[in-house]
Nanobody
């Protein structure tokens, strides 16, 4: 089992920045991949960014060059640095952990970008 707790969401003006954090209940050494997804009202949940155990990363085209995913093993925490935010980035952001063919999700944190 892996429990995930997100934090860092909030209201920000377009062009601003936020950093999301996802704290895991166990060492992230044992987690194959961790990522951030988002879901806006009426839309499907979509991948934003993912980082694998080998450090490789993957981003949605819509956030490339603006968002950065990183991790801190000592804190068992994954971050999503979001810069140059746009109103279309407004969503609930969810942390995901993929471990041994199981997916675990946090409860989400709301990011609202005003124009």
């Amino acid at each position: 089992q892996v429990q995930l707790v997100e934090s860092g969401g909030g209201l920000v003006q377009a062009g601003g920045s936020l950093r999301l954090s996802c704290a895991a209940s166990r060492s992230i050494f044992s987690i194959n991949a961790m990522g951030w997804y988002r879901q806006a009202p009426g839309n499907q949940r979509e991948l934003v960014a993912v980082i694998s155990t080998d450090g490789s990363t993957n981003y949605a085209d819509s956030v490339k060059g603006r968002f950065t995913i990183s991790r801190d093993y000592a804190k068992s925490t994954v971050y999503l640095q979001m810069n140059s935010l746009k109103p279309e980035d407004t969503s609930v952001y969810y942390c995901n952990a993929h471990r041994y063919d199981m997916d675990y999700w946090g409860k989400g944190t709301l990011v609202t970008v005003s124009s």
